[in-house]
């Protein structure tokens, strides 16, 4: 999209910039920028009046602009807001390698996430296994002790915390992350939308206020 020429250039409706706006405050509300950031490019998006001036507002970010050029018109796309690939190929469980030092409390984190978010999406597949199994020996085969799936599932939900190191206390410690994200998340969400609202009706402060 770089390449379009002046003369090709295609104006923005009312509604393409408002679509680029919500993609940016979704970008915001991830984190990619901060307020400084999303409050200047924001801006930028409101005033743009063709595509390639909307262009550089969404440089840096994942997916690009969420408009582009075909065939004479301009179409509204999804973008991508996929999440950065750590570029080491440790395995999630480990917190050092053999002979290195032990991770920084950065990639601490990381790792804690991603054993996290994998331990729990772990835990709904073995439970719905469990209740699958269940039904199936209780309303299939009216086999009397079906109820004792249930109990081993202790075991079970124990095994991928056993694999991947994952203690009670990393547990603990994930949910309150879990928790503080999601109240971060809400209310850049928040100021988000608010800004959207003071630009779609032109009434937009013209200094950032603390």
């Known amino acids: 999209m770089d390449g379009i020429s002046d003369h090709d250039d295609l104006l923005l409706s009312d509604a393409e910039r408002m679509h680029a706006l919500n ?18 490019r924001s801006g930028e998006v409101s005033s743009a009046r063709t595509l390639s001036a909307l262009l550089p507002s969404f440089r840096g970010l994942p997916g690009g602009a ?25 395995p999630l469980g480990a917190t050092q390698s053999a002979a ?14 991603e054993r996290g978010s994998m331990v729990e999406a772990l835990d709904w597949i073995i439970i719905g296994i469990t209740l699958v199994t269940f039904l199936v020996l209780q309303l299939v085969f009216e086999w009397d002790y079906a109820w004792i799936v249930w109990p081993s599932l202790i075991v079970t939900l124990s095994v991928p915390r056993l694999i991947l190191k994952y203690s009670d206390d990393d547990e603990e410690v994930y949910e ?7 109240k971060a998340r809400k209310k850049r969400l928040e100021e988000a939308s608010k800004r959207i609202r003071e630009l779609e009706s ?8 603390s």
Do not use: C, N, W
Request: no cysteine; net charge negative; proline share 6%.
């Open 202 to 209: 032109g009434r937009g402060p013209d200094t950032r206020q």
């Open 100 to 113: 290195g030092p032990a991770l920084s409390a950065d990639e601490e984190l990381v790792s804690l996430r």
């Open 66 to 90: 969420p408009l582009e050029q075909v065939d004479g018109r301009i179409r509204m796309t999804t973008g991508s807001s996929a999440p950065a690939v750590r570029s080491d190929s440790s």
């Open 23 to 40: 993609a940016l405050g979704e970008h915001y509300a991830a984190g990619r920028l901060d307020s400084a950031e999303f409050y200047d």
């Open 176 to 182: 309150k992350l879990k928790e503080s994200e999601a």
